[in-house]
């Protein structure tokens, strides 16, 4: 009986570029998920801290007489508890030499002493105990100084507290670990007010040791009103309701993990299908001698797990590496107290390497079917990759996705801004996944005149080089069209959320102008003469003028306040300086909500009293949806006369410009505050409308960069897929290449071919990616806001070009490594066949 033998398989060279491109998805994915664990972990650790010390949680509901108590209220009985004592959940402004920083208050059990670091507890009202990360947040430490500032003390005097202890960070604690302050009877009154923190409806209880937990608190829940539980349910109930805040984020952080492993599939696949293409003559030779469908099948099967175990299991290894790297880098920072050891767990070690493994099989199976087709004549008549058949079904099946999709799309954004945002916005998605799904499909057909079409705009530029670079990329319209797809799932996303952020902030920024115009509005009972130039030469700020208001009645339940303003006033501190040309004697501009709270419509004339008795018209004019009432100075003395109060609207420096160099708006906003507090104000009262727009502006940048950054693996990756085209084109025409060199190609001639193909595929999919993405991102921003806000088409044309240069950058790159192996070929091997 004649020994089966086994079908080599394909050197591992010809798969580093998978291995690489799987290995960068399962990082991601094992970084992932190890920040998921590193979330849980610091949540739970301070959560504990809060019940640290307690067996139980009481909550006992309060009436109106005790919820107005001005002495300690009474702790509830619990039979069969040691120590019963409130749980504070406030927090304490805390200042140090230059440093400030908000501190969650958490009181001890009585008779207990906390465990500290270093020091010992406080002994009175003028000594207190931080935790690790409120004493680096302040930079103090034991014999130190901290104040509260009057207006956060209870009896509204400045205090002046040593630090006389240090406790440690909660365990574990690495994302937004809160900083603490640990108080005990003897400083709780001094910080907490005269209830001292016994103002609230949830207490913590002690146990003596070996006490069961659950028994005494099914024994005492229900008596006297109380509904008692044992600290662990409340502590498990705190962690889980604290994480489903975390389950969008852990939603988006999913769908990236998807693009990015569906970006791997595509260039592995692209991998498999071209090295098994270089490998049909020897297939068939192999079918000829013997070999069966099933042997050529294993040989793909088992390089297909072989690549995916091994890119899987490198991947994993490395996203651990890079976690225990950055929580080093944070201990090295001062961000932790030591360096912490990445958190192992089953789902961060096997979930990688499951994933590379089953997205590698995956992607083999479409060259898996063409290799068990190889016919043993092929042996005698090897042919070149051809772009296979079911090019047919596959246009009509992306024409009609692509259709349906954008139809869908449309019609979303369509019922989002006739008020139905739930179904609009669920159709919108459902069109945009449909119709990329049909562009996938049909980037097979358009790959060549697409190719052809850039190649001939780049040979102006190119010259000969650009234009074989042209006919190759056309002339295997399967490869580059897979190699295209995995660059345009990249680039569509950034585009579609860079579109779609700025269009965000650009509606939401005009929705904000709208309603409050001017950035900061202060008003006092009194205020000195100067108050606008102290206001004006705070850092920070651009202009401010003196104004006043007054109080009128106009038939509703309150009286309305108007704000006298200048047409030259609303031009220098408005961001809305439109307004001015609306405002004149005798009329009130105001919005519409604002309208409809006080019972007037545009167009209205109020009879208002005057200061002298008699009444004057007040015509209402609508002015979008100003949040204020604005009229003129003459308007505002001839109907309230000298009864009104002093006003300063002042107008804060853009962000970026020269005034606003190192001062952000919180900075600023205090700078005001301490001008407002000085001598000749009376009760001031700010309104800061500009720091509600900074915000989210803020908001937006950070969400757009977390969210670009995730992006960009994806985008690696298909780099990594240009690079391994351009590999695997190299080796194939190994023939055609020794011939041109034969014929005369200079090496630089030869790079440059390969530069100029990989620049053509990025090019593609990067123009195509910016159309597809501005396209998704103004109809899924419409969807999102239309109902709500008039939305402000913006396009970020910099963010855009910058995306469009990179990748084309990016694409030539990487070109480098296949270009050195093409300059290096040989014009000798024009006489051999190719291996």
Do not use: K
């Amino acid at each position: 009986m004649p020994r089966r033998r086994s079908v080599p398989l394909t050197p591992l060279r010809r798969h580093v570029a998978a291995v690489l491109t799987i290995a960068l998805s399962c990082a991601f994915v094992a970084v992932t998920v190890l920040a998921g664990t590193l979330v849980q972990t610091s949540l739970r650790s301070q959560t504990a801290a809060e019940y640290e010390g307690a067996d139980l949680e009481i909550i006992r509901a309060l009436d109106d007489a005790a919820w107005e108590a001005q002495q300690p209220l009474p702790a509830p009985e619990v039979e069969g508890a040691e120590a019963v004592w409130p749980m504070v959940s406030t927090y304490l402004p805390l200042g140090a030499d230059g440093a400030d920083a908000f501190v969650h208050a958490s009181l001890q059990a009585p008779g207990s002493d906390p465990a500290l670091v270093e020091g010992v507890p406080a002994a009175d009202d003028s000594e207190i105990v931080l935790d690790r990360r409120a004493a680096d947040a302040l930079d103090v430490g034991l014999g130190d100084s901290v104040t509260l500032p009057p207006e956060a003390a209870p009896d509204g005097q400045e205090h002046t507290l040593t630090v006389v202890g240090i406790a440690p960070a909660p365990e574990g604690a690495v994302v937004g670990g809160t900083p603490r302050v640990l108080l005990g009877t003897a400083n709780a009154q001094a910080l907490l007010g005269p209830t001292a923190g016994t103002l609230t409806d949830t207490w913590l209880a002690s146990l003596p040791d070996g006490t069961d937990a659950d028994a005494v608190a099914a024994q005492a829940d229900g008596v006297d009103g109380l509904s008692v539980r044992t600290a662990e349910e409340a502590e498990q109930e705190a962690v889980t309701t604290a994480l489903q805040g975390f389950a969008a984020l852990g939603m988006v952080l999913a769908v990236f993990v998807v693009i990015a492993l569906f970006t791997s599939a595509v260039v592995i696949a692209n991998t498999f299908a071209v090295t098994l293409a270089q490998r049909t003559r020897a297939l068939a030779l192999l079918r000829t001698l013997g070999a069966t469908r099933a042997q050529v099948r294993g040989v793909v099967l088992r390089e297909s797990f072989a690549v995916g175990m091994l890119g899987a299991v490198l991947g994993m290894l490395g996203g651990h590496l890079l976690v225990q790297a950055a929580l080093a880098a944070a201990a090295g920072l001062g961000w932790l107290e030591g360096v912490m050891l990445v958190p192992l767990g089953v789902w961060s070690l096997l979930l990688p390497v499951v994933a590379g493994v089953a997205i590698t099989l995956l992607a083999s199976l479409p060259p898996l079917r063409t290799a068990t087709r190889v016919a043993p004549l092929q042996a005698l008549r090897p042919a070149p990759p051809t772009p296979g058949r079911g090019l047919g079904v596959r246009s009509v099946l992306g024409t009609a996705a692509l259709v349906l999709g954008i139809a869908a799309l449309a019609a979303g954004t369509a019922l989002a801004l006739h008020g139905s945002a739930g179904p609009g916005i669920l159709a919108a998605m459902a069109g945009g996944v449909v119709s990329f799904t049909g562009v996938l499909l049909l980037l097979v057909r358009v790959t060549r005149p697409l190719s052809a079409l850039v190649a001939r705009v780049v040979a102006r530029i190119g010259a000969l080089p650009a234009r074989i670079a042209g006919a190759n990329v056309a002339r295997t319209p399967r490869r580059s069209a897979a190699t295209i797809a995995a660059l345009l799932i990249g680039t569509t996303l950034m585009t579609m959320m860079a579109v779609g952020a700025r269009t965000a902030e650009a509606t939401l920024t005009a929705e904000l102008d709208s309603r409050r115009p001017i950035d900061l509005v202060l008003s006092a009972e009194a205020m000195p003469a100067d108050a606008a130039e102290r206001i004006a030469a705070v850092d920070g700020m651009d202009t401010a003028r003196a104004s006043a208001r007054g109080d009128i009645e106009v038939g509703a339940e309150e009286p309305m306040t108007l704000y006298a303003a200048t047409p030259d006033t609303l031009r220098e501190v408005s961001h809305r300086p439109a307004m001015a040309e609306h405002l004149a004697d005798g009329i009130v501009l105001l919005g519409q909500e604002r309208a409809e709270r006080f019972g007037v419509h545009d167009g209205q004339v109020l009879e208002v009293e005057g200061a002298d008795g008699a009444e004057h018209a007040l015509q209402v004019r609508f002015d979008a949806n100003l949040q204020m009432s604005l009229v003129t100075p003459a308007t505002l003395e001839q109907l309230r006369g000298d009864e009104t109060l002093p006003v300063v609207l002042a107008d804060v420096a853009d962000p970026g410009t020269p005034d606003r160099a190192g001062t952000d708006m919180l900075e600023l906003i205090e700078g005001v505050q301490e001008v407002a507090s000085g001598e000749g104000f009376s009760a001031p009262s700010l309104v800061a409308g500009g720091a509600e727009r900074e915000s989210y502006a803020q908001i937006l940048d950070v969400l757009l960069g977390i969210t670009v950054g995730l992006l960009a693996v994806a985008v690696v990756v298909a780099l990594v897929g240009v690079s391994n085209t351009l590999s695997l084109g190299v080796i194939e025409r190994t023939g055609e290449n020794a011939l041109l060199r034969a014929l005369g190609t200079t090496r630089g001639q030869m790079r440059a071919m390969l530069a100029w193909e990989g620049v053509l595929l990025a090019l593609v999919g990067a123009v195509l990616g910016l159309a597809l993405g501005s396209l998704y991102g103004v109809l899924g921003i419409n969807a999102l806001l239309g109902s709500t806000f008039p939305v402000s088409i913006t396009i970020p044309w910099s963010q855009l070009a910058l995306v469009l240069v990179l990748a084309v950058v990016a694409g030539a790159l990487a070109s480098v490594l296949p270009g050195g192996t093409a300059a290096r070929t040989a014009p000798a091997a024009a006489l051999a066949g190719a291996e």
